[in-house]
């Protein structure tokens, strides 16, 4: 599978363009804004976008997702129904972090811990990482070895725990039970700042290391 990160907003959140490369049939993850800006991405590339998947429910991840699928005519995928209320609360996200307007949406599909998506001949595996959100998910592709994790792990950090219903120990059991043991080869897609292999930060993530 083929990637393309668009770091968009204040806050450089990572927008993820997934897509297979026989087919260009993709998916976007986590459009958090600048939906120009994401478009002009995928028409450059001459994608054929299927979904738009969601990792969690924060301002930051989902700020265009709603224009991005209408003006692309597909469906919101994702994240896990624990985040309803993060989605629910939209409006009052932006006023508190100085953002445009958005309406607050529910998905088309919530999705599940080990549901499969297809992006043409690839697959996407559906992970629940809570700790962060009480919602999380994490998208991995099992054959290209690549995971787009949102705001769980970070090059040399974690994602933090103090908004409403976050929990540092069930952040830390999802990242040592759920994202170490797809191996450490495996590279990973943050929601913020630059990729780095799950077993770098085994070795030497202070949060999480062994």
């Known amino acids: 599978m083929q990637f393309r990160i668009i770091p968009v907003t204040p806050f450089q959140q990572n927008t993820t363009l997934l897509w297979c490369e026989?087919?260009?049939?993709?998916?976007?993850?986590?459009?958090?804004?600048?939906?120009?800006?994401?478009?002009?991405q995928v028409a450059a590339l001459k994608l054929k976008p299927e979904y738009v998947l969601l990792t969690h429910g924060h301002l930051d991840h989902v700020g265009a997702s709603a224009e991005i699928a209408r003006r692309l005519g597909i469906p919101i995928w994702g994240p896990h129904p624990d985040d309803a209320f993060w989605l629910n609360a939209l409006a009052e996200q932006c006023e508190m972090f100085g953002f445009p307007p958005v309406t607050a949406f529910e998905?088309?599909?919530?999705?599940?811990?080990?549901?499969?998506i297809a992006v043409g001949e690839e697959t996407l595996e559906v992970l629940h990482c809570p700790g962060h959100t009480p919602g999380h998910l994490v998208f991995f592709?099992?054959?290209?070895?690549?995971?787009?994790?949102?705001?769980?792990?970070?090059?040399?950090?974690?994602?933090?725990?103090?908004?409403?219903?976050?929990?540092?120990?069930q952040l830390l059991d999802s990242i040592r039970d759920r994202?170490?043991?797809?191996?450490?080869?495996?590279r990973f897609i943050p929601g913020h700042g630059p990729m780095s292999t799950l077993g770098e930060e085994r070795r030497t993530n202070p949060f999480v290391r062994d």
């Open 22 to 40: 026989r087919t260009l049939a993709a998916v976007i993850v986590d459009p958090g804004g600048e939906a120009e800006r994401i478009l002009e």
């Open 141 to 169: 592709d099992a054959h290209g070895k690549l995971a787009q994790v949102g705001d769980v792990l970070f090059k040399g950090s974690i994602g933090r725990t103090d908004f409403p219903r976050g929990n540092h120990r």
């Open 107 to 116: 998905p088309d599909r919530w999705l599940q811990p080990g549901e499969r």
């Open 179 to 186: 994202l170490f043991p797809l191996g450490d080869d495996v």
